[in-house]
């Protein structure tokens, strides 16, 4: 984009001219891009497998073939994610409510850094993992271990991080479990947990780092849900303020299967539908 777009696309997102970090932009949002500038970008239909360690930042779009990434972002792929996090610092993130593997209630919100979301949450007290990357090798050998009702498994790196990882979906009733396998004496004390530079096969070599507010329920919630949680932020980062529902750089975060469709048809080289452009604000 010219650099008259890029201000105005800060503008609209953030509030603020010049906030805009390109080297460092991890999602773009579309549906707040001028169709003649969409025009003009080619992404791929997911990130390019092999290319860890390739210094082009290539465009895809996320959801449909990229598991738990927002659907309607445009994701630039990048070999390096931003964090982990200091404690009571702030991470520009993306949430998308994901409502499979008997999510609830009770299940705590996840989130995704990136930078270019336009929303900040502060992860307080946070307890940060290892590097999580999950190859089809590792699966596979966790899936034969969970199948003998195994505690561990022997040379899978990082097990206890995917145990978490996956107690962390179904919380209740294994604080104390979660608890011994983090290392740490309560985990009731923390407000988040991190997994640092985490991949899985169908990000083919991008890395982002996850992070879930253990008292922030429920996952399946749109964001719009939350905007008075006093750890949630919108606007420049020199002048964070509370986040409004209406905002744009919270309507983009609410999933629905029209942003999903709108960027998969463009990225099919169908034009884009202006339909979901202003959409209302889920209820609260």
């Known amino acids: ?55 082009v930042p290539y465009v895809y779009p996320g959801g449909l073939a990229a598991n738990f990434q927002q659907a309607a ?24 409510g994901y409502h499979a593997e008997g999510v609830n209630s009770l299940t705590p919100m996840w989130f995704m850094a990136a930078v270019g979301s336009g929303v900040r949450i502060n992860v307080g007290r946070s307890v940060r993992m290892p590097e999580l990357r999950l190859s089809m090798v590792q699966k596979d050998l966790r899936n034969k271990c969970r199948a003998r009702s195994s505690e ?40 988040s947990v991190q997994f640092p530079s985490r991949s899985i096969p169908s990000w083919q070599g991008s890395v982002h780092t996850e992070i879930i507010m253990l008292n922030w329920f429920s996952e399946n919630d749109y964001l719009a849900q939350h905007v008075s949680e006093a750890g949630l932020r919108c606007g420049p980062p020199s002048r964070m303020r509370p986040c409004r529902a209406d905002e ?32 209302a604000a889920p209820p609260a």
């Open 248 to 279: 744009p750089a919270m309507q983009q975060q609410a999933h629905g299967v029209c942003d999903a469709q709108r960027v998969w048809m463009w990225a099919k080289g169908t034009p884009l539908s202006p339909d979901c452009n202003h959409r």
């Open 152 to 191: 561990h498994c022997p040379g899978v790196d990082h097990y206890d991080a995917h145990q978490v990882h996956q107690l962390l979906i179904h919380p209740h009733g294994q604080l104390d479990k979660i608890s011994r396998l983090l290392g740490v004496n309560d985990i009731r004390y923390y407000d």
């Open 1 to 55: 984009m010219s650099a008259q777009r890029l201000r105005d696309y800060s503008i609209l997102l953030y509030g603020a001219p010049g906030v805009i970090d390109v080297a460092a932009l991890t999602v773009l949002w579309p549906a707040l891009i001028p169709a003649s500038v969409l025009q003009h970008m080619s992404p791929l239909c997911a990130p390019p497998k092999q290319s860890q360690h390739e210094p």
């Open 73 to 96: 972002a445009l994701w630039l792929h990048r070999p390096t994610a931003p964090g982990p996090f200091d404690d009571h610092s702030w991470a520009e993130v993306t949430h998308c």
